[in-house]
Nanobody
Framework: QVQLVESGGGLVQAGGSLRLSCVVS????????MGWYRQAPGKQRDLVAS???????VYTDSVKGRFTISRDNAKNTVYLQMNSLKPEDTAVYYC???????????????WGQGTQVTVSS
């Protein structure tokens, strides 16, 4: 089994910063793309940022220039540095990872439990 555990969420004032972390553990042969998604109340879960094993990143337009995704492959960890936070960034943030448990297993997508980020105005 594969587990994803997020940390780093919380309450912050507008303009502040938070850093989210997500550690992947369990039966892991290789981790491919890792990403952060968010879901605000009454809305769908949307991609915030993703990063490939080689470091290629993708960001949704609303966070470009404010958020930075990074990963430490040796630690099976992905980070999301969030600066200049806005009230509209308030959401539950979910970590996602595409993992092969063994060399011959299929690629499977896993999710963390989510961490709340609240930005007050």
């Amino acid at each position: 089994q594969v587990q994803l555990v997020e940390s780093g969420g919380g309450l912050v004032q507008a303009g502040g910063s938070l850093r989210l972390s997500c550690v992947v553990s369990g039966s892991i042969f290789s981790i491919y793309t890792m990403g952060w998604y968010r879901q605000a109340p009454g809305k769908q879960r949307d991609l915030v940022a993703s990063i490939t094993h080689g470091g290629t990143t993708v960001y949704t337009d609303s966070v470009k220039g404010r958020f930075t995704i990074s990963r430490d492959n040796a630690k099976n960890t992905v980070y999301l540095q969030m600066n200049s936070l806005k009230p509209e960034d308030t959401a539950v943030y979910y970590c996602n990872a595409d993992v092969k448990a063994t060399m011959t297993s299929l690629l499977k997508s896993y999710w963390g439990q989510g961490t709340q980020v609240t930005v007050s105005s």
